[in-house]
């Protein structure tokens, strides 16, 4: 249930969340949304952002064109794995290895 519901109004948006190299992340500093390239500290920067309330993971998909499964995977990636769960030459050899051992 929604807080509304309750009579009490949504929590505010934080105005900078910790990024991924521990550093202040704010709307203004987030990449570009005509990024295309998207590098692991780039990635993480998103799921920080999430992560701390400065943008809903649908706010993310809207802007920067992401699908939603992808964006899941860089959290899955970095719950699992951190920045290294980022990497691409990585991510299929993680990826991989988990799902054999999800099936076990």
């Known amino acids: 249930m929604s807080g509304a519901l309750h009579g009490l109004s949504p929590r505010p948006r934080p105005t900078s969340v910790v990024g991924p190299l521990g550093l202040p992340l704010t709307l203004s500093s987030l990449p ?5 390239r998207w590098i692991a500290h780039r990635k993480a920067e998103l ?3 999430v ?3 400065l943008l ?3 706010e993310v ?9 992808e ?3 860089w959290q899955r990636g970095i719950d ?3 920045m290294r769960g980022l990497w691409v030459t990585r991510s299929q050899k ?3 290895r988990f799902e054999r051992m999800d099936r076990y």
């Open 47 to 49: 799921v920080a952002a």
């Open 80 to 82: 699992r794995l951190g």
């Open 56 to 58: 809903s993971i649908a």
């Open 71 to 73: 964006f899941v995977s």
């Open 94 to 96: 993680y990826r991989d």
């Open 61 to 69: 998909c809207e802007h920067y064109g992401i699908e939603l499964e």
């Open 32 to 36: 570009p949304v005509t990024t295309k």
């Open 51 to 53: 992560d701390g309330g």
